[in-house]
């Protein structure tokens, strides 16, 4: 069974400082990789996808991947009061013969401190 | 304007009262796929679908039915429902059976008393 694991927070940052998410997953075959960040009350939104080992930056955020470690991070850098949110770790298998569903995460409460 | 839509977003309803909850894309995208939505258990694939007439259990299908009749609709259909069923519920799509980079519906939040 694929499993997902997210430290729930909350993880409070300042304002202006370096956001540090973590992500491990449980199956070796997973080759996609996802962050969402989630309002309260919200639906989830795409912030960042990241398919090969690596960094991969898009703005203020960075996604990293360690395929052998089974791991994946989300750094946010200059972190805003608007970055509060509870961010989703999604990943997914490509089977071959068919897509296999998004796993997620239970995600990580983020609140900034003005 | 790119977008999924759910109707409807609110539903309370009773034990056993078979009801539907629309989800709708118009971004011609062949993937599409049902949440649920629980405090403390996070999202939880139901049911996906990765063309018309293609559709495939998720990690939480039971209680639940789907139909691809079309590439732009979902919905997904309860057909007895009950409480263990309240929840709130997602849609998303996404571009292709190899792009997961899904896109989420505003969601539906069902009570079943």
């Known amino acids: 069974q694929k499993e997902v694991e997210q430290n729930s927070g909350p993880l409070s940052v300042p304002e202006g400082a370096i956001a540090s998410l973590n992500c491990t997953y449980s199956?070796?075959?997973?080759?996609?990789f996802f962050w969402y960040r989630q309002y309260s009350g919200k639906s989830p939104e795409l912030i960042m996808s990241?398919?090969?080992?690596g960094d991969k930056e898009d703005g203020r955020f960075t996604a990293q991947l360690n395929k052998a470690s089974q791991y994946v991070s989300l750094l946010i850098r200059d972190s805003q009061p608007s970055d509060s949110a509870t961010y989703l770790c999604?990943?997914?298998?490509?089977?071959?013969?068919?897509?296999?569903?998004?796993?997620f995460g239970k995600g990580t409460h983020l609140i900034i401190q003005p | 304007e790119a977008q999924v839509t759910q109707n409807p977003r609110y539903l309370i309803t009773v034990t056993g009262k078979k009801l539907t909850v629309t989800c709708s894309q118009n971004?011609?995208?062949?993937?599409m796929s049902w949440y649920r939505q629980d405090p403390g258990l996070g999202l939880r694939q139901i049911y996906y679908?990765?063309?018309?007439?293609?559709?495939d259990k998720g990690d939480v299908p039971e209680g639940y039915k789907v139909s691809r009749k079309e590439k732009r609709n979902f919905p997904l259909i309860l057909e007895s429902p009950s409480p263990n069923q309240t929840s709130l519920y997602f849609c998303?799509?996404?571009?292709?059976?190899?792009?997961?980079?899904?896109?989420f519906g505003p969601g539906t939040r069902l009570t079943v008393t």
């Open positions: 990241i398919y090969s080992n």
């Open positions: 199956d070796r075959g997973s080759q996609s």
């Open positions: 999604a990943v997914t298998m490509y089977s071959g013969g068919g897509a296999d569903g998004l796993t």
């Open positions: 971004m011609n995208h062949e993937y």
């Open positions: 998303a799509s996404s571009a292709g059976t190899h792009s997961y980079e899904q896109y």
């Open positions: 679908s990765m063309n018309v007439e293609v559709t």
